[in-house]
Structure formats: C-alpha cells, structure tokens
C-alpha cells in the first residue's frame, strides 16, 4: 500500500537507480542482476513499512 501512495517517488527512485548503470552492463546477467539489486536497495531505502524482497523485470529494452 505504501508503495501505491508513494508510485511518483518509487518511480524516480527507480528512474535514477537505473540511470546508474551503462549499455554495457545491462547486456550481461551479471549487469542485470546488479541493476535489480540496485533498484531494491534504493527502493528499500524509501520506504517506511515493508521491504521489497525481489525484483521482477517483464521487458526490458536497451539502445547502444
């Protein structure tokens, strides 16, 4: 629910944790695993109630 009340917060969070990370990187599973990572943390770090435990990416497209 906290996540919902806070969507445009969680949502630049999100944007700059990503943000953080080159073409390069994203290409590889170990990026994309450090990036999910990343984005949790950050997430985390926001919220006062509950912990986002895993990171699911549905698409994910990238441009050199």
């Known amino acids: 629910i906290e996540v919902k009340d806070r969507e445009k917060q969680v ?3 999100m ?3 990503l943000e953080e ?3 390069d ?3 590889t599973n170990s990026g994309k695993a450090k990036m999910k990572t990343a984005v949790r943390s950050a ?3 926001i919220l006062n109630q509950g912990r986002v435990e895993k990171v699911f ?3 994910l ?3 050199p």
């Open 11 to 13: 949502s630049d969070v």
């Open 15 to 17: 944007q700059r944790a």
């Open 21 to 23: 990370f080159s073409y």
């Open 25 to 27: 990187e994203m290409r």
């Open 43 to 45: 997430v985390n770090d």
């Open 57 to 59: 990416v549905k698409t």
């Open 61 to 63: 497209i990238l441009k």
